[in-house]
């Protein structure tokens, strides 16, 4: 069973990305996926979620930049991020509301609390 976050690189400001969050040992649309992010000396923040059910939030500071949508086929969720910008630089990881007993660590995000977590994909947005 594994979570995995990855297409992170180094981009210029105003161009596009997209993350993929990819499952291992189980089905992905089983259960609501959170999109975070972690900043250089700042705390993890929420960027985006969607539920087992469809329901998508975005936090202010994405909206209408990020789009956060479902693979079926490939066991996937991902994020596209445009219009990219240097406080966008961060660690991302992805994560699912699904039980996990070894967690100690848990983000609640649009309503759903996130307790297990993939490793990061580092974005670099340079100016």
């Known amino acids: 069973v594994q979570l995995q976050a990855s297409g992170g690189g180094l981009v210029q400001a105003g161009t596009s990305l997209r993350l993929s969050c990819t499952a291992s040992?189980?089905?992905?649309?089983?259960?609501?996926v959170g999109w975070f992010r972690q900043a250089p000396g700042k705390e993890r923040e929420g960027v985006s979620s969607?539920?087992?059910?469809?329901?998508?939030y975005y936090t202010d500071s994405v909206k209408g930049r990020f789009t956060i949508s479902r693979d079926s086929n490939k066991n996937s969720v991902y994020l596209q991020m445009t219009n990219l910008e240097p406080g966008d630089t961060a660690v991302y990881y992805c994560?699912?509301?699904?039980?996990?007993?070894?967690?100690?660590?848990?983000?609640?995000?649009?309503?759903?609390?996130?307790?297990?977590w993939g490793r990061g994909t580092l974005v670099t947005v340079s100016s």
């Open positions: 994560a699912t509301d699904r039980f996990d007993p070894s967690t100690t660590y848990w983000f609640t995000l649009g309503g759903v609390r996130f307790g297990s």
């Open positions: 040992g189980f089905t992905l649309d089983d259960y609501a």
């Open positions: 969607i539920t087992d059910g469809g329901t998508i």
